[in-house]
């Protein structure tokens, strides 16, 4: 019998090492043999799962994040390209600041050093228009041009003029969700409200935001589509990326998977157990957990913080850690990896 552990972060709480080892712990103890995997599907924390998988540093740079924070930044050679996993500068763990007051500006200084941006575990919701402000584009109030625009500025912005210094970008966007920027389940709605969003700040950070862009798409006179699939990653910094700058949109899940190798193994074993904070609609819209799911054909156990999914029948049996796992992630992941364990020898 064949188990492998695949295991996402738990955000806020514990990492995918972390989890591994209190898994692999009580595995031990009831001599329970498995493989185990860290996995990401390029948000926060991918940086780390790929070095483990022997990917080396590219470069170690000083950059300013979206606060103006001198921070350390780490680029990786991946299978020949130059990877960064963009939540190192606009992170939702890198600032309290309200994040109607951040934006993707800061992106700028890296953009042209890479070749794969990865998008995820961002507080950013500002449909990229922090980065489009640096690479050629103007955002105006009337004819005075809004220099860092931020969303709390949108609805001042009622024009838009491209420079001649604008250019399209040859850049593989990862994305760890296939949600749209805009339309009935979009970006702000879905994550919104985890980054600070209130309900009527998500409805006009939405109405502002096809005003700017309709603005945007008659003054380069293509069309743009916020309603595309994949464009409401990183609060929609994926948006300005490939409809706007003309960057190619891949899958993070699939990318990670593909260049570690991990999917030629998925099949290998009978019984998967996935783990990783919440297991939702965006789990299987994207994330690396629902495709490895996707490509598994033997039985499947969840283990992790919350199961909010309304088809039970794609794990064949659910542990949760419940409320208790917010305060002692640790000594909960234990409990659930317990009673796991008895099902699994049972």
């Given at each position: 019998m064949?188990?492998?552990?695949?295991?996402?972060?738990f955000?806020?709480?514990?990492?995918?090492?972390?989890?591994?080892n209190?898994?692999?712990?009580?595995?031990?103890?009831?001599?329970?043999?498995?493989?185990?995997?860290?996995?990401?599907?390029?948000?926060?924390?991918?940086?780390?799962?790929?070095?483990?998988?022997?990917?080396?540093?590219n470069?170690?740079?000083?950059?300013?994040?979206?606060?103006g924070?001198?921070?350390?930044?780490e680029?990786?050679?991946?299978?020949?390209?130059?990877?960064?996993?963009?939540?190192?500068?606009?992170?939702i763990?890198n600032?309290?600041?309200?994040?109607?007051?951040?934006?993707?500006?800061?992106?700028?200084?890296?953009?042209?050093?890479?070749?794969?941006?990865?998008?995820?575990?961002?507080?950013?919701?500002?449909?990229?228009?922090?980065?489009?402000?640096?690479?050629?584009?103007?955002?105006?109030?009337?004819?005075?041009?809004?220099?860092?625009?931020?969303?709390?500025?949108?609805?001042?912005?009622?024009?838009?003029n491209?420079?001649?210094?604008?250019?399209?970008?040859?850049?593989?966007?990862?994305?760890d969700?296939?949600?749209?920027?805009?339309?009935?389940?979009?970006?702000?709605?879905?994550?919104?409200?985890?980054?600070?969003?209130k309900k009527?700040?998500?409805?006009s950070?939405?109405?502002?935001?096809?005003?700017?862009?309709?603005?945007?798409?008659?003054?380069?006179?293509?069309?743009?589509?916020?309603?595309?699939e994949?464009?409401?990653?990183?609060?929609?910094?994926?948006?300005?990326?490939?409809?706007?700058?003309?960057?190619?949109?891949?899958?993070?899940?699939?990318?990670?998977?593909?260049?570690?190798?991990v999917?030629?193994?998925?099949?290998?074993?009978?019984?998967?157990?996935?783990?990783?904070?919440?297991?939702?609609?965006s789990?299987?819209?994207?994330?690396?957990?629902?495709?490895?799911?996707?490509?598994?054909?033997?039985?499947?156990?969840?283990?992790?913080?919350?199961?909010?999914?309304?088809?039970?029948?794609?794990?064949?049996?659910?542990?949760?850690?419940g409320?208790?796992?917010?305060?002692?992630?640790?000594?909960?992941?234990r409990?659930?990896?317990?009673?796991?364990?008895?099902k699994?020898?049972?």
């Amino acid at each position: 019998m064949g188990i492998a552990v695949f295991a996402d972060k738990f955000s806020g709480t514990l990492s995918s090492n972390e989890v591994i080892n209190e898994v692999n712990k009580i595995f031990k103890y009831n001599n329970i043999k498995a493989s185990f995997f860290p996995v990401t599907d390029g948000g926060e924390g991918s940086t780390e799962i790929f070095k483990q998988y022997g990917f080396k540093t590219n470069e170690n740079l000083m950059l300013q994040d979206f606060t103006g924070k001198w921070i350390p930044v780490e680029t990786l050679t991946i299978n020949k390209h130059i990877y960064i996993e963009t939540s190192q500068l606009i992170g939702i763990n890198n600032s309290e600041i309200n994040t109607l007051d951040l934006n993707s500006s800061c992106i700028a200084k890296i953009i042209d050093n890479v070749d794969v941006l990865s998008m995820g575990g961002s507080k950013t919701n500002d449909a990229g228009i922090g980065l489009l402000s640096k690479m050629g584009i103007d955002f105006l109030k009337n004819d005075e041009i809004i220099k860092d625009p931020k969303p709390r500025d949108f609805e001042l912005i009622n024009n838009v003029n491209v420079n001649e210094d604008f250019k399209t970008l040859n850049k593989k966007i990862l994305i760890d969700t296939t949600i749209p920027l805009l339309g009935e389940k979009n970006a702000f709605k879905i994550f919104g409200p985890q980054k600070g969003l209130k309900k009527s700040e998500i409805k006009s950070i939405e109405k502002n935001i096809e005003r700017i862009f309709d603005l945007l798409e008659k003054e380069l006179e293509v069309k743009i589509n916020p309603y595309k699939e994949g464009t409401g990653a990183s609060g929609g910094l994926s948006f300005a990326l490939s409809e706007v700058l003309g960057c190619e949109i891949v899958s993070g899940s699939d990318f990670f998977l593909n260049e570690t190798k991990v999917n030629k193994k998925i099949k290998k074993f009978e019984n998967l157990i996935l783990c990783e904070g919440k297991f939702d609609f965006s789990s299987m819209n994207g994330k690396v957990l629902g495709e490895i799911l996707k490509l598994h054909t033997g039985s499947a156990y969840f283990l992790g913080g919350k199961f909010d999914y309304n088809d039970e029948s794609v794990f064949k049996d659910v542990f949760e850690l419940g409320n208790k796992g917010m305060k002692d992630s640790k000594k909960e992941l234990r409990n659930a990896t317990y009673k796991l364990a008895k099902k699994m020898k049972s």
